[in-house]
């Protein structure tokens, strides 16, 4: 049985002022856990305030150890935070930073070795969508962006639509289903029985109001929310459809 999760992307948004947002999200429950990934800076006091109630997670990390590279942090440093989940490959990053898929996979695979959860974001754009190409562009970034020891630590994938994030458009409900049916069928091929064992969110506009739709969906455990994590006024509803699903 998988653990549900509802996952808060706060990108880079957030002083310490909104921390105090984090009394007012409702707490992991047995069944379904609550993470929010603020912006670098407010990981350690992140997790002193988070108190146990919710997880806590990076946005990004490098994917190589610590050494001479300016202005980055390694995994090791991110677990050392006492932060449990890393998101990478966000299609941001992918875009503004020309993250590949190949770095990509050897930021999950540095990820996994430093004892933390990757949140790894495939999706595809705009223009794939309309050609009728999503599923083979989520089939692709499935099979180059994953590292090959995925499944002996928790992960999570998270399919997220290009052309969903940030514009309040969603696919239809056919199209979250096909996709996540896809990603399962993918990680079952490849890793066997483990692969059952991956949880997958779905993240494009997540609101209070289409949440409990898109969380009965078949394969879909959970969210990655953008834009309505940042207030516990949508993220509470958010995560209590997700605990009634
Ligand atoms: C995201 O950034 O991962 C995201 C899903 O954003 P939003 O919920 O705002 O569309």
Redesign the pocket.
Known sequence: MRQKLAAG?W?MNGTQDQLGMLAQVPPSQPGCEVLICPPAQLLIPAVQQALGRLSIGAQDCHAQAPGAHTGDLSASMIADTGARYVILG?S?RRQAHGETDALIQAKAAAAIDAGLCPII?IGESHAQRINGQALDVIQDQLRLSLPDHLTQAPSVI?Y?PIW????GLIPSLDQITKAHSAIRAHLRQRFGAPGNDVRLLY????KPDNAAQIFACPEVDGA??????LSAEDFGPIITALAAA
């Open positions: 992307n990108k966000h941001e974001c998270a997220e969903a994030i940030g514009t993240g494009g506009s997540v990655l929310v953008g834009g309505a994590s």
